[in-house]
């Protein structure tokens, strides 16, 4: 008999192999009590969170909560629906309309998760003879977008400007082009130089999609991401992102101001075929979103504690991702997996959480400790997590005792 689970043999093993030296799996972390934005008992151990992708620390937010508790008192536990059927409540359409505020653009659709936010859109715009050209570090949700639409797929190399050109001038005259971008890349925590890349894909008459998932609320002016914070918010054809990361809550969103945007609400198969979110999540989210339109000094507080660590950690001798901080994420460079996982639970018995991510998520197979800093972490926890790797470091072998 044939088994199917066969091709995730290497898997397996590799998975046996690692628990074996006796770490802790670092993929199934329960924990008990979360306590705020930055702190959770896991394990038992009152631990230090930085691996939560909370930037903004709204999951505990009064008000958020409070929207969320009266949504659920008002309209259920749940849509048990579609979008396009029973699924649409009034706080979606509330939700919707901050959206709108929050980026200044005529239309918001909101979906029941990031991922399917962005593989909605771009397996709905780009089909059968199109042509999406992508960043070859692009997240999964939009690999699968361009599987799922049948477009013609163009990678380029990670944040190259002349590869993105190269491969624009290369795709047949009169082919309808999407050029698929990342604000912020969120395993290493670079940024993508959009100003150049969104000219250039104008330049070539390509629509522009950019994900800002984790640049929403944190990085621009008004916290709309790397766009408006490289001026050219106005030239990108649709933005897409996520409720899970600065918003605090579960969901996914893409805003326009293509006249024609409304009509995806009856083709796009993500929402269509999907219930919609709970009441209450897109309640707490829609507050979530009109607070962080006034944000400034959250996210002034976030980048001292991104400059902080990063100068931190690249003191105490770890290889860092980014030479400089360039968001709220610093990925720690881990010389392999074995050592990595090691390092991992190190920082976990110190009562510090990190994510270990490894290949294929990461590029150039690296394993990486990804931190990513909230604007709730005081300038004390900060401190502390700094000591807290210098101690992990040095017991796991990754710096000199
Ligand atoms: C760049 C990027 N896009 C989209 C998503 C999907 O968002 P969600 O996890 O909210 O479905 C993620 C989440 O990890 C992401 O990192």
């Not at 990670?158 to 290369?170: T, V």
């Not at 082009?177 to 959009?194: I, Q, R, T």
């Not at 899970?244 to 969901?251: D, I, N, R």
């Not at 190190?346 to 604007?375: F, W």
Request: glycine share 10%.
């Amino acid at each position: 008999m044939t088994d199917l689970f066969s091709k995730f043999d290497p898997l397996i093993e590799q998975r046996a192999t690692l628990l074996a030296t006796g770490v802790r799996d670092p993929f199934s972390l329960v924990m008990q009590r979360v306590l705020s934005p930055t702190e959770a008992i896991c394990n038992g151990k009152h631990t230090i969170l930085l691996g939560t992708y909370n930037y903004m620390g709204m999951t505990f937010d009064a008000d958020v909560i409070a929207a969320g508790k009266a949504a659920f008192d008002d309209f259920g536990s749940g849509t048990t629906g579609s979008r396009v059927l029973n699924g649409t409540f009034s706080p979606h359409k509330d939700c919707e309309e901050a959206l709108k505020e929050f980026y200044d653009r005529k239309y918001a659709m909101v979906f029941s998760t990031g991922y399917q936010a962005l593989l909605g859109p771009i397996s709905t715009l780009a089909g059968k003879g199109d042509y999406i050209i992508l960043d070859i570090d692009s997240h999964a949700s939009i690999w699968d977008g361009c599987r799922m639409g049948d477009a013609e797929v163009v990678p380029f190399k990670h944040n190259d400007i002349e590869a993105l050109e190269k491969r624009l001038k290369r795709v047949p005259e009169g082919a309808h082009k999407l050029v698929v971008l990342e604000g912020v890349y969120s395993m290493l925590g670079d940024v993508a130089p959009l100003k150049d890349m969104v000219r250039i894909a104008k330049a070539h008459g390509a629509m522009v999609l950019v994900d800002e998932a984790h640049s929403m609320g944190f990085i621009g002016e008004h916290g709309r991401g790397v766009a408006e914070d490289q001026g050219v918010i106005d030239d990108v054809d649709f933005i897409c992102g996520t409720f899970s990361k600065s918003v605090g809550t579960v969901g996914g969103f893409c805003v326009s101001n293509h006249p024609k945007f409304e009509i995806l609400r009856l083709v796009c198969r993500p929402y269509v075929f999907t219930a919609a979110p709970p009441p209450s999540v897109v309640a707490s989210a829609a507050v979530s979103i009109r607070k962080l339109m006034h944000g400034g000094n959250k996210r002034a507080h976030l980048w001292e504690n991104s400059k902080r660590l990063h100068a931190g950690l690249k003191s105490l001798g770890f290889q860092l991702g980014t030479q400089t901080p360039q968001s709220a994420i610093i990925a720690v460079i881990m010389p392999d997996l074995e050592r990595g996982a090691m390092m991992w639970e190190a920082l976990l018995d110190e009562g510090l959480y990190v994510n270990l991510a490894r290949p294929p998520a990461t590029p150039a197979n690296m394993t990486l400790l990804r931190c990513s800093l909230c604007a709730e972490h005081s300038a004390e926890q900060v401190g502390e997590i700094i000591t807290r790797f210098e101690r992990a470091g040095k017991k796991a072998g990754i710096l000199a005792a």
